[in-house]
């Protein structure tokens, strides 16, 4: 699978800190995003900000469930408590954003990335949480990525605050990531069956991004399917 950035593209200039951020990311994806997705991106900037805050939105609300239905594991409690606070803050400050350009809220269905990545999920426990972990790891990592693929092409002040969410967003995957581990290794499965699922997530996250898709949305493949 190519890593590298699609030619012609420009690149995100990163401090050292922001590139420190980033490497991991970009380590665990099994694809950059190609130019494709971020020259129609960029051409129908209200689209993507409105996808973005639904996202922002629905990563709370996912989290929230996992909290409900998994109760009885304190250190994922913990963890997510401190993921539902921040994104609902990012989807209020998307919406702040949208408030200042003017952009009313629009209904956006959802796009078909997060349906393919679900219906992976295998149907017993702990395999099923596990699953959804890490998941949730290759949601957040991609958006990280992508806030990284549009900051050199938008105006001033959207490349400002995708900066931002880059610096405080990108731990999330690893957080996602850790907990998948930790919830395995209490139930004595082994290394190995967990970095299989990740790898066999890799993949589908990845030809999701770099497969034609009839609709753009901020996790969307290839434009024109």
């Not at 951020?21 to 970009?26: F, K, S």
């Not at 971020?38 to 209200?46: D, F, Q, R, T, Y």
């Not at 949208?98 to 679900?118: D, F, I, N, S």
């Not at 967003?169 to 069956?193: G, V």
Request: negative net charge; proline residues 5%.
């Amino acid at each position: 699978m190519n890593t590298a950035p699609p030619s012609g593209q420009k690149t995100l200039q990163l401090s050292t800190p922001e590139h420190a951020l980033l490497e991991p990311v970009l380590a665990f994806l099994g694809a950059r995003t190609p130019e494709g997705w971020v020259n129609a991106a960029v051409n129908n900037l209200p689209l993507l900000i409105q996808d973005h805050a639904n996202c922002e939105k629905k990563a709370a609300s996912t989290a929230i469930n996992l909290m409900f239905r998994y109760g009885f594991f304190t250190e994922l409690q913990v963890r997510l408590a401190q993921l539902v606070r921040e994104e609902m803050l990012h989807y209020e400050q998307v919406l702040s954003l949208m408030k200042e350009r003017g952009q009313a809220w629009q209904a956006v269905p959802a796009g078909r990335y997060a349906a393919g990545l679900r219906k992976e999920i295998r149907t017993h426990e702990p395999a099923a949480l596990i699953d959804v972990l890490i998941i949730g790891a290759f949601v957040e990592a991609r958006s990280c990525e992508r806030f990284a693929a549009l900051a050199p092409f938008v105006d001033e002040e959207l490349s400002r605050f995708y900066r931002f969410l880059l610096k405080s967003e990108s731990r999330h995957f690893e957080d996602y990531l850790q907990l998948a581990i930790q919830i395995a290794q209490e139930h004595h499965k082994p290394e190995q069956e967990v970095s299989e699922r990740i790898a066999h997530f890799r993949q589908i996250e990845a030809d999701l991004i770099l497969s034609p898709d009839s609709e753009l949305r901020f996790h969307s493949g290839l434009p024109g399917g």
